[in-house]
T-cell receptor, first 115, second 111 residues
């Protein structure tokens, strides 16, 4: 089955540093990738939608200058949390799909802890 | 707009049945169902598209009533492995635009 690889699975960083999270579709071309943030026992909150070769579409309330998303190829999207602060600590998860109403394949998630 | 799920949480004994509902205030084109275990990524269960679909996967099935803008997930003869949080995701058009997840229903199956 289709696999989405997300790295790193866990990262601890100091306040003020930037962290990059990678999301790769290993055996299919993902026309669209999504980035979510999830708090404990809460739902998946969509942060942004990215299509290969175009700028990401951010959800209302998500700072695009803080959460930089790059979707350089049909198999790779990256999320960079710039100048991270403790309130950015969360579980970040990506997903990918091949078409409009196709099922989503999820990465394994990244637990970010900002000290 | 985020769909509503009910119940928020349910506790079952192994072998019992459960129904999880998902409803939206907006017209729906598609409904997805996913299950997430603690600390893991959500796993796809099924998609239902406009047209009043019903689907089944072993002892897990779902229905989609587009007129009522709602979907239900049916878990029969639940197993311990069914424990987790179930999310519905709804899409409003054929392109999968405005896809949003519900708040989740936490299911615990006890021996």
């Amino acid at each position: 089955g289709a696999v989405v690889s997300q790295h790193p699975s866990r990262v601890i960083c100091k306040s003020g540093t930037s962290v990059k999270i990678e999301c790769r579709s290993l055996d299919f071309q993902a026309t669209t990738m999504f980035w979510y943030r999830q708090f404990p026992k809460k739902s998946l909150m969509l942060m942004a939608t990215s299509n290969e070769g175009s700028k990401a579409t951010y959800e209302q309330g998500v700072e695009k200058d803080k959460f930089l998303i790059n979707h350089a190829s049909l198999t790779l999207s990256t999320l960079t949390v710039t100048s991270a602060h403790p309130e950015d600590s969360s579980f970040y998860i990506c997903s990918a799909r091949t078409g409009g109403n196709e099922k989503l394949f999820f990465g394994s998630g990244t637990q970010l802890s900002v000290l | 707009q985020q769909p509503v799920q009910s119940p928020q949480a349910v506790i079952l004994r192994e072998g019992e049945d459960a129904v999880i509902n998902c409803s939206s205030s907006k017209a729906l084109y598609s409904v997805h169902w996913y299950r997430q275990k603690h600390g893991e990524a959500p796993v796809f269960l099924m998609i239902l598209l406009k047209g009043g679909e019903q689907k089944g996967h072993e002892k897990i099935s779902a229905s989609f009533n587009e007129k009522k803008q709602q979907s239900s997930l049916y878990l029969t003869a639940s197993q311990l492995s069914y424990s987790g949080t179930y999310f519905c995701g709804t899409g409003q058009d054929n392109y999968g635009q405005n896809f949003v997840f519900g708040p989740g229903t936490r299911l615990s199956v006890l021996p």
